[in-house]
């Protein structure tokens, strides 16, 4: 069953289902990813989404084929979408914790969708570090997604810029 979140102010859509949040576009958009899956510039998607991949409540992350970008190919089909035409995201945050906040100055509504784990790495970038135990490889992985939206048109190196300056507010 999906569930309507809300309509962004250039009419694209997004719904919450099947342990996703996903964005459809009602039209061409610039597209710019930083995930493995389908990633980096693209004027030709139809939509972009966000999936939670754990099994379930404190269980790991079920991969679905043997290299990531299969397996997203695989959820991309089993959210009706063209694996072709989508850009995806995974993590272990749930989507029913996701916050969508929209802000507008003048003529620019800037939509971000965000979706954080904080079970396994709830510090912060800048926290002094009061814990050091070495491992080989981490145990757990923690991820702040986030899909941030603009309804204006933007060259692509603006873009790029755009995303550098999302990616310092996270951190």
Same mark, same amino acid.
């Given at each position: ?36 899956? /389908? +990633? &980096?510039?693209?004027? =030709?998607?139809?939509?972009? #989404?966000?999936?939670?991949? $754990? ?65 396994? /790495? +709830? &510090?912060?970038?800048? =926290?002094?570090?009061?814990? #050091?135990?070495?491992?080989? $490889? ?34």
């Amino acid at each position: 069953m999906s569930e309507h979140l809300c309509t962004l102010s250039t009419g694209d859509k997004v719904y919450f289902y099947d342990k996703s949040i996903v964005i459809y576009f009602a039209g061409a958009r610039k597209i710019l990813s930083t995930s493995l899956y /389908n +990633g &980096g510039y693209h004027d =030709d998607y139809t939509a972009v #989404y966000n999936y939670d991949a $754990k099994q379930g409540a404190g269980m790991p992350c079920e991969m679905l084929a043997d290299t990531y970008v299969e397996h997203m190919r695989l959820i991309s089909k089993r959210l009706a979408l063209d694996p072709d035409k989508v850009s995806g995201m995974g993590t272990a945050a749930s989507m029913e914790n996701a916050v969508v906040e929209t802000m507008s100055f003048k003529e620019l509504t800037v939509t971000a969708i965000v979706t954080g784990g904080i079970e396994t /790495n +709830g &510090g912060r970038a800048g =926290d002094p570090a009061d814990y #050091y135990k070495p491992q080989p $490889k981490p145990v757990k992985y923690g991820t702040i997604n986030i899909m941030l939206l603009l309804d204006c048109d933007m060259p692509e190196g603006v873009m790029a810029r755009a995303l550098v300056t999302c990616t310092e507010a996270k951190t």
